[in-house]
């Protein structure tokens, strides 16, 4: 069954590319041939919220937020390269990415937040997309997938095109709007690149977690979240 979604899914990736290829003039400054490919000049930086001691929002039934959220980057992530986009991720793996001098908690997650927004900052032409969950104890019939978008440059733009695709596929008769990012978060107000946070999913919700845990739904997840940045990238391009 896995294998079947899988399919299904990258095939549809593909046809969004394919049909965004079409109608994209090619982007001042990108080579003809990287265009063609379907490349574009962007380095996407996926970003797998949490890590290591900091697990983020925790499920009734003890899902952490981290390890879905490195699932559903390494999905996203899979499903780009897949389209031939150049990715760079902020964790591959279960850890944060302190420094070694960071030994508190607190110092550990300042240390990892600043190395994520030197890191992504480093990269030229970036984009981000960092993947997170929500929670809402108190409501927990509340679900859905929302995006919240920086200031710099295209971020609305690329909120609403991931928003849109989100409400599409995974949202369906619970549409909801891209948001600003509020601007005590950290990450989003020190990245000087367009970049959106995707919460995918509610963990607060039973049936939601249980979704958000199964590989199909992951990747049907990063395929949305794919198909909206390449009409962002490509509506870019024509403009």
Request: some cysteine; charged content about 20%; glycine content about 10%.
């Amino acid at each position: 069954m896995i294998v079947i979604l899988r399919r299904r899914y990258l095939a549809a990736a593909a046809a969004v590319l394919l049909l965004a290829g079409a109608a994209a003039v090619l982007r001042p400054g990108c080579p003809a041939a990287v265009n063609a490919a379907g490349a574009g000049c962007r380095t996407i930086v996926l970003d797998a919220g949490h890590g290591g001691e900091d697990g983020g929002a925790v499920s009734p039934d003890g899902v952490v937020e981290s390890d879905l959220n490195l699932a559903i980057t390494r999905r996203l992530r899979d499903v780009l390269l897949f389209l031939g986009r150049d990715t760079v991720l902020t964790r591959t793996g279960e850890d944060a990415i302190y420094s070694p001098e960071a030994v508190t908690l607190r110092e550990k997650k300042v240390s990892d937040l600043k190395n994520r927004v030197d890191l992504i900052n480093s990269q030229p032409e970036a984009v981000l997309i960092s993947i997170h969950q929500n929670s809402m104890p108190d409501h927990p019939s509340v679900h859905g997938a929302q995006v919240f978008y920086n200031g710099a440059a295209s971020g609305p733009r690329l909120g609403e095109t991931v928003q849109a695709a989100l409400n599409g596929a995974v949202n369906a008769g619970n549409g909801k709007n891209a948001k600003a990012i509020d601007s005590t978060i950290y990450l989003m107000k020190n990245v000087q690149c367009p970049a959106i946070l995707v919460e995918c999913g509610f963990l607060s919700n039973r049936t939601e977690t249980g979704q958000l845990l199964t590989g199909g739904y992951q990747l049907k997840l990063a395929v949305c979240i794919a198909a909206g940045f390449l009409q962002h990238d490509t509506e870019g391009a024509s403009a």
